[in-house]
């Protein structure tokens, strides 16, 4: 088994993984690809780490439960703040944008 930088596995149709049709979104401005049936989490941790968020005293918070039971990895998706990003599925056109605090400020 190969492995990518930062020991990453790569996963593709050789590997036996399928994949949903692809998909563009926004993550804070920036346009990224996706794909349909991956988390909004997972596509985040895919384009730069772990943290979704800021708390209101500047912690970096992320995906910690993965199941949506602790609130950690909130984000503003489509202008709606306090979204669970391992809850919720990416869309074509969807716009994702980190929180700070409990709020939709950045």
Do not use: H, K, W
Request: with cysteine; net charge positive.
């Amino acid at each position: 088994m190969r492995l990518l930088p930062r020991g990453r596995v790569p996963l593709g149709a050789a590997d036996g993984l399928e994949r949903g049709e692809r998909v563009s979104l926004r993550l804070d401005g920036i346009p990224v690809s996706a794909y349909a049936g991956e988390s909004v989490a997972a596509v985040m941790i895919a384009e730069r780490g772990a943290a979704t968020r800021r708390t209101a005293g500047g912690e970096r918070r992320g995906v910690f439960c993965g199941m949506g039971v602790c609130f950690d990895c909130l984000v503003v998706v489509d202008g709606v703040p306090n979204t669970r990003a391992c809850m919720t599925l990416v869309a074509e056109g969807m716009v994702v944008d980190s929180q700070s605090g409990s709020s939709a400020a950045r």
